[in-house]
């Protein structure tokens, strides 16, 4: 039965590319790319002439049912997107949906990821995590994902396009205090690789002196709980409350919402041992 494979494909250096997925996309009849153009070079690196078939978030319905015909009449695919595994913060998800409801075999060729290779570099936990892909841009919406981050009990990793890792940055600080650890990835595997380690409030310095380029991946540690009562708790709704007026939300409303979160029993946990030195950049 004919085959769509979901190949993996390199994050920014060319070298990470597995012999696997060399071989599927030599050798099956179509590859299905995000950009046909940043494909061709991948392709040209492992010498497949296969031929290219655009399938983005525009066209990923209407390519469908062609997709189909092809798997019907034998074709074996590969999927890719521009960089790391498809899927992922990608278009694909209907199409592979759709595929394995037909009754066609769907075939994941692992490999390079930038959500792995940053939460293992980052120097926090890696027991249990979360990826939530680039956060909302404004409203209720990013308003509620950020939250989810700041009282978080477990690593998170996020996407974030360099022009607005700063109100990232800024945004987390209010809420989940400047002294919450964090690790940002730049450029993963190219040549300007830069990993920051350091707390929120040193980002933010070091970024605003240090604007940063290209694709960017952001780990924020878990919370670790608070002494109810002592100065720590204190600090957090001091700041808390900043944050939520400042959003706008009326004063009253900010008071109950102080009290629901540091009022409710949290858990304890043990804290994120330091990595390095304060504010360490590696390259």
Known sequence: MATLYLVSTPIGNLQ????????????AD????????????LLDHVGST????????????????????????????????DAGTPLVSDPGARL????AEAGFTVVPIPGPSAILAALVVSGLP?????FLGFPPRKGSDRKRFLERVSSSEETTVLFESPERLDALLESL??????????????????VHETIFRGTLAEARRYYR????????TVVVAPGEGLERGGEADREAGRTLAAALLEAGERPSAVAKEVSR??????????????????????R
């Not at 983005?56 to 695919?77: P, Y």
């Open 16 to 27: 990470d590319v597995t012999h696997r997925a060399e071989a599927v996309l030599r050798e």
């Open 30 to 41: 179509r590859v299905l790319a995000e950009d046909t153009r940043r494909a061709r070079i």
């Open 50 to 81: 296969r031929r290219l078939v655009s399938l983005h978030e525009h066209n990923e319905t209407s390519r469908i049912q062609l997709v189909l015909s092809w798997l019907e009449a034998g074709e074996d695919l590969a999927l890719v997107s």
């Open 96 to 99: 592979v949906v759709a595929v």
């Open 126 to 130: 890696t027991g249990a995590f979360s």
């Open 173 to 190: 600080s209010g809420l989940a205090g400047g002294g919450r650890r964090v690790a940002v990835a730049r450029e993963l595997t190219k």
């Open 209 to 216: 002196e240090h604007p940063p380029r290209g694709e960017v």
């Open 261 to 282: 979160r540091l009022g409710m029993a949290l858990r304890q946990k043990a804290p994120c041992p330091p990595v390095g030195r304060a504010g360490e950049t590696l």
